[in-house]
């Protein structure tokens, strides 16, 4: 089992930068790949980010440029790094961890509390 700890989110003006943490409650190494997913109001929840294992990411065609994933896995934390955020209403983002390789976002997955991102001036 994996608890996963979301912070950092609040309110930004458009164009602003935030950071987004997600502390696991195992070895965050040990962790075949981890994700961030983000969900608006009235939305389904979309993939933003993936880590793996070996550190190799991949980004959703929105956040590209903008977003960097990232770890460490000294504290066992993930990062969002979210850079030249755009007005896209308030979506909560999630952290989820896929710690034997079924599939994030799958029921064999973990899921954090969310944290809120709001964007607007």
């Known amino acids: 089992q994996v608890q996963l700890v979301e912070s950092g989110g609040g309110l930004v003006q458009p164009g602003g930068s935030l950071r987004l943490s997600c502390v696991t409650s195992?070895?965050?190494?040990?962790?075949?790949?981890m994700g961030w997913y983000r969900q608006g109001p009235g939305k389904s929840r979309e993939l933003v980010a993936v880590?793996?294992?070996?550190?190799?990411?991949n980004y959703a065609d929105p956040v590209k440029g903008r977003f960097t994933i990232s770890r460490d896995d000294a504290k066992n934390t993930m990062y969002l790094q979210m850079n030249n955020l755009k007005a896209e209403g308030k979506p909560v983002y999630y952290c989820?961890?896929?710690?034997?390789?079924?599939?994030?976002?799958?029921?064999?997955?973990?899921w954090g509390q969310g944290t809120q991102v709001t964007v607007s001036s």
């Open positions: 989820n961890a896929d710690p034997d390789g079924d599939g994030l976002g799958t029921d064999s997955s973990y």
């Open positions: 195992r070895s965050i190494s040990s962790i075949y790949a």
């Open positions: 880590i793996s294992k070996a550190g190799s990411t």
